[in-house]
């Protein structure tokens, strides 16, 4: 079993099938890969990966295992709710580009502490815009999902998880540099959200 990608997962549906995949290992206990140094060895020389994952810096939601993938395939990129910036967006086109990954999947996840205290901040009357330092940076880029959620939802954390899941997956779909790629079925983009209780990862579209 190689880490690097094969002739079977070199499209969308074959590396959004592989995370599935994976996921389920995980789930039950039943992993394929570890993490030791020959599998790091073998893929030194270079790299096939067949998916970007995009999501939290949360600790608790370490990408390469809650999919059970090895070294050489899948790349990762994480910020703090899975917020989208100039660089990450270079880094996202660069991996279709460059290692011609066909599958950008968006990982929210449940509970998420940057959500949580956007939703928090609103209900306390901070409006977008209003705290120009990094964090509020974070805020600013949250709010719209919670807005549309609506801060009278008893839910609205949970629930602006997944609007924001949603919103990061269509401006990656928006963005010009990738539009190409996925109007001819070379690349797709799929949105997730991860339970921190289960270890399920349910797959929004």
């Known amino acids: 079993m190689t880490a690097t ?16 995949s994976g996921n389920k290992r ?8 570890g993490h030791d140094v020959a599998q790091a060895a073998a893929t030194a020389q270079g790299q ?10 949360d600790s608790r939601v370490p990408l390469e295992a809650i999919f059970d993938q090895s070294f050489g395939s899948i790349c990762v990129a994480r910020s703090g709710a899975h917020v989208l910036d100039r660089s990450l967006v270079g880094s996202i086109n660069f991996a279709v580009a460059e290692l011609g990954v066909s599958l ?24 977008p815009g209003s705290d120009s330092g990094s964090v509020g940076y974070l805020v600013d880029e949250l709010a719209p999902a919670v807005q549309e959620v ?18 990061t997956a269509e401006r990656l779909r928006e963005n010009p540099d990738l539009a190409g790629e996925i109007a001819a079925d070379r690349v797709r983009v799929v949105g997730a959200v991860y339970d921190l209780d289960s270890g399920w990862v349910e797959f929004l579209d």
């Not at 079977?8 to 599935?20: D, F, G, M, N, R």
């Not at 995980?26 to 890969?33: A, C, K, T």
């Open 5 to 20: 990608r094969d002739a079977q997962v070199s499209t969308p549906a074959a590396a959004l099938s592989e995370l599935i």
């Open 26 to 33: 995980f789930v039950y206990g039943h992993p394929r890969y």
């Open 48 to 57: 096939k990966p067949h998916s970007l994952v995009f999501g939290c810096i």
């Open 104 to 127: 950008i999947l968006v990982v929210g996840h449940k509970r998420c502490g940057a959500v949580h205290a956007t939703v928090q901040a609103l209900r306390d009357g901070a409006t």
């Open 150 to 167: 609506g801060l009278d939802d008893e839910d609205a954390a949970e629930k602006a998880v997944r609007k924001h899941v949603a919103r």
